[in-house]
């Protein structure tokens, strides 16, 4: 992306490995393994495609959580992805490598760069970081092969509008548009899939790029949400954090994301029967064709 997080980098990932996957291509991610809580020196394999090789403190959330729902992928993380990349064709001979949040990575020549900008919050105020949340000038996006707008069922169609013509002004990619879409809510600990009227009435939290999103999908999914708790992006649960929360609302059943679920499942003295998870996934809902070719090229 070109702007500071919650654009669905990771399920736009997730999305296009599983659709090469599917084609039957031998796949890797190659991540930085940003925030990660036990930092490791040099590259590691968090996944070969069969295993899940690592725990998530070492992983960080977001690999492990790829290589959770990417079981046939390899998922591999380390700063320079250019030993990492190596590493996946030597050991697992891929077809495809796969960076996830790579724009501004130039240790590695690409074949084809995928944007994704948030429909609801395109480019902020339009100031670079720090005043700002642009990583680069929105000039920069005449490197973008493609351009994915998340979110993009969330705002009017007048604006959506005027966001794809400013983007036909500066970059000559074309652009597809795309929404989270809810597979199902499952429990955290046993990963079982459960009636979403067990969680009808829930507290909801969440430690991701764009808390506010996940909240709106809480309420889109037609649940009472009774209370939401907001932390920074990334954050590493400690066990007194969920037992506040369960001790402010000990009658209540509590709701997040899968990528704050395995940053908290390693605790054993939480109520398994008391935490879900909401399992989603990003679909393509205007331009499919586009995606297709542009993908197909790799298959």
């Not at 040099?42 to 492990?64: F, K, Q, T």
């Not at 493609?146 to 074309?174: M, Y």
Request: glycine letters at 8%.
């Amino acid at each position: 992306n070109i702007t500071w997080g919650g654009t669905g980098k990771t399920p736009v990932t997730v999305k296009l490995a599983g659709d090469l996957l599917g084609a039957g291509k031998r796949v890797a991610v190659l991540s930085r393994g940003y925030k990660r809580k036990l930092k490791v020196n040099g590259n590691m394999i968090i996944s070969d495609g069969r295993n899940i090789l690592c725990d998530v403190e070492v992983a960080g959330d977001e690999p492990y959580m790829m290589a959770e729902k990417l079981k046939k992928a390899v998922i591999l993380i380390g700063e320079n992805r250019h030993l990492s990349a190596k590493m996946a064709i030597e050991k697992f001979n891929v077809d495809v490598l796969l960076l996830d949040d790579g724009f501004q990575h130039w240790g590695l020549v690409r074949e084809l760069d995928v944007v994704c900008i948030n429909a609801k919050n395109p480019f902020g105020n339009g100031f670079l970081i720090p005043a700002g949340i642009l990583r680069e000038p929105l000039s920069a996006l005449k490197r973008a092969g493609i351009i994915v707008l998340t979110n993009a069922d969330r705002v009017t169609g007048e604006d959506l509008s005027a966001l794809k013509q400013k983007l036909s002004l500066v970059s000559p990619a074309p652009v597809v548009l795309a929404k989270y879409s809810v597979k199902g809510v499952k429990n955290v600990f046993s990963g079982s899939p459960v009636e979403i009227d067990i969680i009808k009435n829930a507290v909801g939290f969440s430690a991701i790029g764009n808390n506010e999103n996940f909240r709106d999908t809480l309420i889109t999914l037609g649940l009472n949400v009774k209370r939401f708790y907001p932390f920074m992006d990334h954050k590493w649960y400690v066990e007194k954090d969920l037992l506040k929360m369960l001790a402010d609302n000990p009658e209540s059943v509590f709701i997040t994301t899968l990528k704050d679920a395995v940053r908290f499942r390693r605790f054993q003295n939480l109520p398994k029967e008391k935490f879900f998870y909401v399992d989603i996934e990003l679909k393509i809902t205007e331009g499919e064709e586009i995606w297709k070719e542009k993908i197909e090229r790799f298959f």
